[in-house]
């Protein structure tokens, strides 16, 4: 990486601020963690600087409460979590800046960990204000940005602290950018992309640019059925994007010209109406009903997408089967995540939905990577820039003697 990490400079004693995306999905009725994956991702830089009797400050937004206080979108919660899992004390400001947060921050001791109230309890934040990234500069001598999660927002806290301290990547920003960059760079053939979700537009960059890389692409999920309905299929009343029709056409024809083998369901799960309690029936592509919806992809897909990722060497992942919300239509995607987790492959699973099910069927553990990005994933593997790495200290500042008031490791 081009980017200097908290192992090229020297962190100890010194106040760092680290920013983290520790926005972790709560349960609605209790407000509780349902995953913490997230915040056990960011334990290495965590732990890391603890070690060496840095003061740690840990900033983060949850949710979107847009400029408001929300109390169930304190972080209170979070910061618990991790003082669980770290067995040490990680007190909450009551604000992210102002002169009671400096007063919290001063009264660190070397090793001590202290949470910033949600950054977007000031609509700054999204603002990217410089103001507030200054009011958050003076907390500290050093910026790091461990969220990869949030990498893609332009938001004061990921791209603006840095001017006004010298900032570097933490660990888990820097294994997110070595793990999904290696699979653009230089994958292991054959390379398989299974992608599911809902719709194709939150995906056109990242299936355009891993068209390049891929020698397999398996399409189900919601999405599916605009690949279908883009081939004259008979999808019935299945969601599509009317507006992305000609895109998936596109997307087709590129596979045909790269020689990429593009997969779509053969049979699919269909019912009649969606809910809890309906009953699914298996039909062929060549036979969905005017009236019936696409919930699965069918056991001769599976099949068939089986026999394809049983070949790669290297695998992504990201977007689930079918509804996965309800239990009768998550048979797809179970399969593919069982098969996944089973493979000799590298198997990189793109965060968001994926990444919540692969942890709740307790198989995050059997797979190469599972990424901690949502949107920041899809960007970064669409071939953009993101701009909370943008903003990082280059290793040859180093080289340049750019870095003020900053001691280095080399
Ligand atoms: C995410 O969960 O995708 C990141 O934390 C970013 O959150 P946002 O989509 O609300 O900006
Ligand atoms: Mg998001």
Known sequence: MDKLTIKDIDVSGKRVLVRVDFNVPLDEKTGAITDDSRIRATLPTIKYLIDRGARVILCSHLGRPEGKVVDKLRLTGVAQRLSQILGKQVGVTRSSIGSETEKSVAS????????????????????????????????????????????????????????????????LLEKELETLGSILENPAHPFGGLLGGAKVSDKVGMLENIMDKVDFLLIGGGMAATFLKAKSYEIGLSLIEADRLDTAV????????????????????????????????????????????????????????????????TVFWNGPMGIYEIAQFTEGTQAMARLLASL??????????????????????KMTFVSTGGGATLRFLGGQTLPGVEALLDKDSLAAGKLKGLTTLA
């Open 108 to 171: 660190l001791k070397s090793g001590d960990v202290l949470f910033l109230e949600n950054l977007r309890f000031h609509s700054a934040e999204e603002r990217d204000s410089p103001l507030f990234a200054r009011g958050l500069a003076r907390l500290a001598d050093i910026y790091v940005n461990d969220a990869f999660g949030t990498s893609h927002r332009s938001h004061a806290s990921i791209v603006r602290v840095g001017e006004y301290l010298p900032s570097v990547a933490g660990l």
């Open 344 to 365: 000799e492959a590298a198997t990189i699973i793109g965060g968001g939905s994926s990444a919540e099910i692969v942890t709740k069927m307790g198989l995050a553990d």
């Open 250 to 313: 596109g997307l087709m024809e590129k596979a045909a010209r790269n020689g990429v083998n593009l997969l779509l369901p053969v049979d699919v799960v269909v019912v009649d109406e969606i809910s809890a309690e309906a009953k699914g029936k298996i039909a062929s592509i060549e036979n969905i009903s005017p009236h019936q919806r696409i919930v699965d992809i069918g056991p001769q897909t599976i099949k068939n997408f089986q026999e394809e990722l049983q070949k790669c060497k």
